[in-house]
């Protein structure tokens, strides 16, 4: 029997999560599925790669939490099972509480919680204190969920009493589609200067920890004194950490690139891809740099880092909030034996990670779902 399984997000573009529900939309198994997609606004870069055996339903975004319209695509789509993500968790949380909907519904975390919800309330006390909550409630109405990692189920549980049914799914990723995509950025890539070359990939935000990436640079030039860190990523911490810079005295040695449409050859072409992020769901910006065979340098934060690099075989692992780590981590990134750690990790990515892997373990839990409301 072909079901209809249905993939909620807001936007199909060109973040993390918007990477995951591409990747499902192109791997799940056609034999077994009809694809459909809902989203609140058409367009977007991963939009315009979408299969054109998916269904689309495009619901509009003038209301953060479009419950109604949500409801009414589900009306007229008829999924038997829609798994959503992002704000779309709240979107079809509110929709169940008011309407209820007979699909089953399956909500999928994005990021660690506590931490994020601690990082949104600095940001915006008086906003978070109702969102949270609504947010708390929503997770509460799906029938199931997926983490991405060993951590975040269990803040998972923690939140739902242990009541709903939980998978542990890591991030889907193509080696042959990264093979493709890096062929292309190599022409006309500007590659990163330093010698050697350290990379970060981000939004510029504090869940990514550049001001601590930032203070590690001192003791990394001290060894290595023609090192440039360049950092790909816009956000609203750009002022901050270029002030940072110029007051560690490493101005010169930190570039702040910007959005960048050849990340994954930068990263290739580079001796070191670091991640200094606080907190991680899970990161494809680490995913896509072990497969590209870059050596990696990332901190053991809640998320699922540290369940993806094996430290000292795949990449490097350190403690996270700690400058000092991540500057021990770079430089033995750039000892001469650490080299095999690029090849290890693009082998760990294509054994662990590959599309069809991660698209069969999403294929079973729906299932499973789907064959218990039978």
Not at 89 to 111: D, E, I, K, M
Not at 228 to 255: F, K, M, N, S
Request: hydrophobic share 45%; net charge positive.
């Amino acid at each position: 029997m072909i079901r209809t399984i249905a993939l909620a997000i807001p936007e199909l573009d060109s973040g993390g999560p918007d990477r995951v529900i591409s990747e499902l939309l192109h791997g799940l198994p056609r034999d077994r599925y009809r694809l459909q997609l809902i989203v609140q606004r058409e367009g977007g870069r991963l939009f315009g790669q979408l299969p054109p055996d998916v269904e689309i339903a495009v619901i509009g975004h003038r209301r953060r939490y479009p419950a109604l319209a949500y409801r009414q695509a589900l009306r007229r789509l008829r999924p038997d099972l829609v798994m959503t993500t992002l704000r779309m968790n709240v979107t079809a949380g509110l929709a169940r509480s008011l309407f209820g909907h007979p699909p089953v519904l399956v909500a999928r975390q994005a990021n660690a919680i506590a931490l994020n919800n601690s990082e949104l309330r600095k940001s915006s006390p008086v906003k978070q204190r109702i969102v949270q909550p609504v947010v708390a409630h929503a997770l509460t109405r799906a029938d199931a969920m997926v983490a991405q990692s060993r951590d975040m189920a269990a803040e998972l549980e923690a939140e739902t009493g242990g009541r709903i049914p939980l998978a542990t799914i890591g991030n889907p990723v193509s080696i042959a589609a990264i093979d493709a995509q890096l062929a292309a950025q190599r022409t006309g890539a500007v590659l990163p200067n330093g010698a050697p070359a350290l990379v970060a990939v981000g939004r510029l935000a504090p869940q990514k920890g550049f001001d601590l990436l930032i203070d590690a640079m001192p003791a990394v030039l001290a060894r290595h004194a023609e090192a440039v860190l360049t950092i790909y990523g816009e956000g609203p911490d750009e002022a901050q950490l270029r002030a940072r810079a110029q007051d560690r005295g490493v101005a010169e040695r930190v570039v702040f690139a910007g959005h960048s449409a050849h990340v994954l050859a930068q990263v290739e072409a580079a001796q070191a891809y670091v991640s200094s992020s606080r907190y991680e769901g899970f990161s494809n910006a680490v995913l896509e740099a072990m497969a590209v065979g870059a050596r990696v340098v990332a901190t053991d934060c809640p998320g699922a880092t540290g369940e993806m690099i094996t430290d000292g075989a795949t990449g490097y692992l350190v403690a996270p909030e700690s400058s000092a780590a991540l500057a021990e981590g770079i430089l033995r990134a750039l000892e001469p034996g650490a080299a095999a750690t690029g090849p290890a990790a693009r082998t760990a990515v294509a054994t662990q990670y590959d599309r069809a892997a991660i698209c069969g373990k999403y294929a079973a839990f729906f299932d499973s779902l789907l064959e218990a409301r039978r």
